[in-house]
């Protein structure tokens, strides 16, 4: 149990240094296909799509990793993102120095 609760720390640190959390994935799409989708806005470094070990299916959120920050703006700048009919949600990443952060370790 402790090594698993350790993975999801770990986890949610690393997600802190990506740049947009997209909910409301369609099943169908791949993060190879989010990645195509997103690098319309610039350049994609990463897309991180966690799957359900039990179902098999992905979880459908997903975070992206842009190369520079008006790439993040310039996705950030449309009203809406619609992949294969369905209405993806958006929300910024706050990236926080260590300093910052709630339970800074001592």
Request: hydrophobic share 35%; with cysteine.
């Amino acid at each position: 149990m402790a090594v698993a609760g350790a993975a999801r720390a770990v986890g949610r640190r690393s997600r802190q240094l990506f740049d947009i959390f997209v909910a409301e994935v369609p099943w169908t799409v791949s993060s190879k296909e989010l990645k195509e989708y997103f690098s319309q806005f610039g350049s994609v470094q990463r897309c991180q799509l966690p799957f359900d070990r039990d179902t098999g299916f992905h979880r459908r959120y997903c975070w992206i990793k842009f190369s520079a920050p008006e790439d993040v703006q310039n996705v950030l700048k449309k009203d809406s993102h619609i992949l294969e009919g369905s209405k993806l949600t958006l929300k910024q990443q706050i990236h926080r120095r260590r300093s910052q952060r709630r339970n800074p370790r001592q």
